[in-house]
């Protein structure tokens, strides 16, 4: 399965196999041993180390619940009439279907799937980079797409990547796909990360968000024997990002207990940007996603809707 997808989730091997994923587990090792896989939290990919990057394909069918529910409580943070930049990846297109009920939303974007996920919606207005058709994630990179973003200023960027860790903050694969990202945080005045749990401290070749640059984390709870995941969770509250988890099944959905902040972030904002109000906790619940009084009836009565 590994060499026919690229990549493959524990979930789905446990179903194919008819097995349980502590079972599964234990067989990855076996092959990752024997040199015919790498390990990845939730998952198996194809050997290749650092360099080596799934197609779309491949992404699409990794995590897709998990990837679901961020997108569902990503989509919260978005207000009527906003401007936005929305990065390449499968979580952003999950985002961007929701993101089509917004009326008087500005999307920029170098992702043709974001863009065909907005296309028909009412109201929303699609604003496409220029650059080079990147075919494995269709995604516009190069110098084109870069020099169609200079000047170019908005509220929030929501980006996903290969890997995040408290070290060096969200990764990519692939140099131009970086570069790209790197130009779209340069716009925004929050940066908003989408990655599931099987990222949380993976590390790639190309640094695109430093972690001090990250505003917020919206991701899903990991499993309960995933250690590295968590840890990694807990150093990124520490370094004072703000953190939502997000529930991929009803036994999660909605739940979580806060992630004790124990330093504030050294707040290093880009050009413009706007400084968020200190103090605050990272959170874990969705109910609660920003502190604010204002934030919370508003997602409250998201929630009842």
Not at 5 to 30: F, H, K, M, P, Y
Not at 236 to 260: K, T
Request: no cysteine; net charge neutral; proline share 5%.
């Amino acid at each position: 399965m590994v060499r026919a997808n690229g990549a493959v989730s524990l979930r789905e091997l446990a179903r194919v196999v008819q097995t349980s994923e502590v079972t599964v587990r234990r067989d990855v090792r076996a092959l990752e041993a024997e040199g015919l896989l790498d390990r990845r939290h939730g998952g198996a990919v194809l050997p290749g180390g650092f360099t080596r990057e799934s197609g779309f394909p491949q992404k699409s069918h990794l995590a897709t619940a998990e990837k679901t529910a961020i997108a569902d409580l990503a989509a919260g943070l978005v207000e009527e009439g906003e401007a936005i930049v929305v990065g390449a990846g499968t979580t952003t297109q999950e985002l961007a279907r929701r993101l089509a009920r917004v009326p008087g939303l500005t999307v920029v974007t170098n992702s043709l799937l974001v863009a065909q996920a907005l296309a028909h919606a009412n109201r929303v207005e699609v604003v496409m980079t220029g650059g080079t058709l990147r075919g494995s994630n269709y995604a516009l990179v190069g110098s084109g797409a870069e020099q169609s973003l200079q000047g170019l200023r908005v509220s929030r960027a929501f980006l996903s990547g290969s890997g995040l860790t408290a070290e060096r903050g969200l990764s990519t694969s692939n140099m131009l796909s970086a570069s790209v990202d790197r130009a779209l945080v340069q716009a925004a005045a929050e940066v908003v990360v989408l990655a599931d749990h099987s990222k949380l401290g993976t590390d790639t070749m190309f640094q695109t968000v430093p972690t001090d640059v990250i505003t917020r984390l919206v991701t899903d709870e990991p499993p309960a024997h995933d250690d590295r995941a968590a840890t990694e969770l807990q150093a990124l509250a520490d370094q004072g990002v703000q953190i939502a988890v997000a529930g991929a099944g009803p036994s999660s959905a909605g739940g979580g207990d806060p992630v004790p902040a124990r330093q504030p972030r050294r707040d290093v904002p880009l050009p413009g940007q706007r400084r968020l109000p200190s103090g605050g906790h990272p959170l874990r619940n969705a109910a609660t996603l920003d502190a604010t009084p204002e934030r919370s009836a508003r997602v409250a009565d998201l929630r009842r809707r």
